[in-house]
């Protein structure tokens, strides 16, 4: 089973007020987040941006216990 991280757009440096959160396993979601990034923060597909992008990352997990704890199940 393959773990799942998110990336929060508030985590990340950006003037158009973005709050979009992506999750995914690590590949999905560095893949979105750079397209996400381009197309709407206007940033360049660089490696810098993907190693940006690989520090945000955060383990869903960890972000849903530090929430109130929904016993959302899909
Ligand atoms: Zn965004």
């Given at each position: 089973?393959?773990?799942?991280?998110?990336?929060?757009c508030?985590?990340?440096?950006?003037?158009?007020?973005?709050?979009?959160?992506?999750?995914?396993?690590?590949?999905?979601?560095?893949?979105?987040?750079?397209?996400?990034?381009?197309?709407?923060?206007?940033?360049?597909?660089?490696?810098?941006?993907?190693?940006?992008?690989?520090?945000?990352?955060?383990?869903?997990?960890?972000?849903?216990?530090?929430?109130?704890?929904?016993?959302?199940?899909?």
């Open positions: 089973m393959s773990r799942r991280v998110i990336i929060d508030r985590d990340f440096p950006n003037e158009i007020g973005c709050t979009l959160l992506i999750s995914g396993n690590k590949k999905e979601v560095l893949n979105a987040a750079v397209r996400h990034a381009v197309e709407e923060h206007g940033h360049q597909d660089t490696p810098e941006l993907k190693r940006q992008i690989k520090s945000l990352m955060k383990n869903e997990k960890e972000i849903i216990h530090k929430k109130t704890k929904k016993g959302n199940k899909k």
